[in-house]
Each structure stands twice: as C-alpha cells, then as structure tokens.
C-alpha cells in the first residue's frame, strides 16, 4: 500500500514522502496514530503544493535571517552593571540580557539561545559576542559593560 507520511518516522520516512508500506504496518501503526494517510492523486497533489509552499516561505525566512545578520553585525551594546571590588559585577551578564538589549535595538525577536557565550560576563570591559541564526548563519557584535546603575 502507498502512504504519503504526514510526519516523520524513524526510519521509515519523512514527512510529506510517498512510500509504500505493508497493509498491516499502515492499518494497524501509522493510520491509528496519524501518521500517514493513503497516498490517493488527490493528496498527492495537495502534498505537492504544501511542499512548494513550505520551500518557498523557507527561502523567505533565510532571506530575512541574512538581513537580519547583515544588520546586526558589528553592533556594539553597552550594558551597565553593578560593581564591587576589583570591577567585578555584582551578578553577571547573560546570554538574556544581551539578547534582550539587541531585540531592542534592532527592531525584531532575538532568543537568547541564539546568543552564544562560553561564560557570563562577570568584569567591566569589551567582549565579542556571537549570534548564531539558522544553519550557519552568524554575525558578531561588541559588548561593552560599564559600571553604572543597572
């Protein structure tokens, strides 16, 4: 029996891919959970044109996660923080807070997984940061903490 997948099986197949599967696996596992349904013309061709929907709106939003980058690189970001005894923070700088600065300057969402720091900033200075985007897609920036009211 042909079966267009509606999701991904583990080593069966991908979403949207049309395969053929015995009558029992398809009937008794991939129908009941709604994984699969019978590949008939009709939903073959409604798959196709998800599938061309589904790359071109990809394409758009790569296309926006390169200017996005493009935008973003080479900002700098001046982050104030408490300080203590030999300029360390009271407290640290973190991925959230960088990322939440940035979203505010640059107009648009930035997650904080996207900002990528081998450790919170824990002293007054300069540090380059990097923003990680879909794929391998990156820009840097500077950050700068400076003593101050946070």
């Known amino acids: 029996m042909k079966v267009i997948f509606l999701t991904d099986v583990p080593s069966k197949g991908k979403a949207g891919e049309i395969k053929a599967v015995s009558d029992g696996y398809a009937r008794n596992f991939l129908f009941p ?27 758009l ?15 700098q970001i001046c982050l104030k923080a408490h300080v203590g005894a030999e300029d360390r923070l009271f407290g640290s700088i973190t991925e959230a807070n960088i ?37 391998d897609l990156e820009s840097r920036i500077k950050v700068i903490v400076e003593p101050g009211k946070a």
């Open 33 to 59: 959970k709604g994984l699969a349904q019978v590949a008939t013309p009709e939903v073959v061709k409604q798959a196709e044109i998800s599938l061309r929907k589904k790359v071109t709106e990809e394409s």
């Open 99 to 135: 990322a939440e600065e940035l979203s505010k300057i640059v107009d648009a969402p930035i997650d904080k997984r996207q900002v990528v720091l081998d450790n919170p900033l824990r002293q007054i200075g300069e540090y380059e940061v990097t923003i990680k985007f879909a794929g």
């Open 61 to 75: 939003d790569k296309e926006k996660m390169v200017k996005l980058a493009e935008q973003i690189e080479g900002i």
